[in-house]
C-alpha cells in the first residue's frame, strides 16, 4: 500500500541543461505537456482512493516516527516559477531518522511528476553499484536522499524500480568522469571515484534511499541531482544492472534558503566560482511552469545543516516508457573508461 497527498501538486523533474560545451538532447515541449496534464489527471483521481485506504494517515504517523528515530540515533535534540520559488520546502517535521518508516515523511508532500525523458547530462556513468551509503568519505553535509515512485497509470507503488542517482560533490565536481569540464581535467583517477553516485530498489512502497552527500555547484547551474529511473532491469553478481528499460531520466532541486545555508559552510564556501541561483537557471525555471515543483521537502537531524538533512519527494512515473541513454564513462571490474562515441 502506497502513502501519497491528498492533495496532489504535479512537478516536472528538471532535465538537466548543465555543462558548457556539452549538447544535450531536449524532449519535445509538447509531448512534456501533454504526458504532465494526463499525469495530473491520473494521480489526481488517486487522491480520494488513496485516502479511504488510509494510507494518507499511516503516512502521517511513519513520517514522525522516523523523525523520532534519526533524531535519537544521532543523539541530538501547485506552483509556477515564481510560486515555487517562494515557497520553502523546509519541513515542519521532528523526529525523523534513517531507521524511520518512510510512510513518516511520504503522505503530506507535493508530488512530480517526471517528464517523459529529460535531458541525462554529460556525466552519467553507466555500472554504478548497488549500495546506499554513496558518501565515500566525501567531506560536506550528509544528505538522506529518499524518493516515492508512483505510477500515473495504475496509483500503485512502483516496486522493483530501480533509482539510479549521481551529484557532484561540495566543491562542484562529478566523480567517475574526466572532463576538462569538470575540475581538474588531467586527473584520470577521478575515472575511478564514485562518491556520490548508486542504484537502489524501491520496496513495497515504491521507497528508495541513499546516504549521501549535499551537493556543491559549479559554473553555469543551480544546485541540482540528478536521477534515472530503471523498470525491469536484473542485478548481476558484481552489484551492477542488466537489462530493462529507463523510464525516466531528469533532475531534482532544493530550496534557495537551503543552499545558501549550506553553501555557508566549509568546504563549500572555499569554492570561488559564482553560485547560479535557482530563479537564473534556465532548467528550473522551464520545469517549474504549468503548477510543477521539482524541489525536495527537507527536515535538519539538529540544530543545522551540519546536523545533516534528510531529504524526500513522492515522483509519478510511466513504468511502460522507454527512452534512451547516453553515457560519459562506464564502471568496470577494473575501474572507470571513458565513453570514446
Known amino acids: 500500500m502506497v502513502a501519497f497527498t491528498k492533495l496532489t501538486i504535479a512537478c516536472l523533474a528538471a532535465a538537466a541543461a548543465a555543462h558548457p560545451g556539452h549538447e544535450e538532447h531536449v524532449v519535445n515541449k509538447a509531448v512534456k505537456r501533454s504526458f ?43 506552483r509556477d516559477a ?41 556525466f552519467w556513468v553507466k555500472g554504478e553499484l548497488n549500495r546506499e551509503d554513496i558518501v565515500d568519505g566525501e567531506p560536506g553535509v550528509v544528505n538522506y536522499l529518499h524518493a516515492q515512485f508512483i505510477d500515473v497509470n495504475t496509483c500503485e507503488p512502483v516496486t522493483g524500480l530501480w533509482w539510479d542517482v549521481w551529484n557532484c ?32 530498489p524501491t520496496d513495497e512502497d515504491g521507497v528508495a534511499s541513499f546516504r549521501s552527500v549535499f551537493p556543491g555547484h559549479y559554473s553555469g547551474r543551480a544546485t541540482h541531482v540528478h536521477v534515472v ?23 531534482l532541486f532544493y530550496d534557495q534558503d537551503l543552499i545558501t545555508q549550506v553553501e555557508a559552510t566549509y568546504p563549500y564556501n572555499t569554492s570561488t566560482v559564482d553560485i547560479t541561483l535557482n530563479s537564473a537557471d534556465r532548467v528550473f525555471s522551464l520545469e517549474s511552469e504549468n503548477d510543477n515543483d521539482p524541489v525536495f521537502d527537507y527536515v535538519f537531524l539538529g ?13 509519478g512515473v510511466d513504468p511502460t516508457a522507454s527512452y534512451e541513454t547516453s553515457y560519459a564513462a562506464l564502471l568496470t571490474a577494473d575501474g572507470g573508461v571513458s565513453n570514446s562515441d
Not at 483521481?45 to 511513519?62: D, F, I, M, P
Not at 584520470?188 to 571515484?193: H, P, T
Open 303 to 315: 540544530d543545522d545543516v551540519t546536523d545533516g538533512i534528510f531529504s524526500w519527494i513522492t515522483i
Open 82 to 122: 515564481a510560486t515555487v520559488l517562494n515557497t520553502t520546502h523546509h519541513s515542519d517535521l521532528t523526529g525523523i531518522t534513517v531507521d524511520s518508516d518512510s510512510s513518516a515523511y511520504f503522505g503530506s508532500n507535493h508530488t512530480c511528476i517526471l517528464a517523459p525523458e529529460g535531458e541525462i547530462g554529460p
Open 169 to 200: 560533490n561540495s566543491t562542484g565536481v562529478y566523480s567517475g568522469v574526466q572532463d576538462d569540464s569538470n575540475g581538474n581535467g588531467d586527473d584520470a583517477s577521478n575515472l575511478d571515484k564514485t562518491f556520490a553516485r548508486g542504484i537502489q
Open 36 to 78: 504532465i496534464a494526463q499525469s495530473k489527471r491520473s494521480l489526481n483521481s488517486c487522491a480520494e482512493t488513496l485516502e479511504r485506504r488510509g494510507t494518507l494517515k499511516r503516512a502521517e504517523v511513519r513520517r514522525q516516527a522516523y523523525v523520532d528515530e534519526l533524531v535519537k540515533a544521532r543523539a541530538l535534540k501547485a
Open 229 to 251: 529511473a530503471h523498470v525491469g532491469a536484473g542485478l548481476l553478481e558484481n552489484g551492477t544492472l542488466t537489462g530493462g528499460n529507463v523510464s525516466h531520466i531528469g533532475q
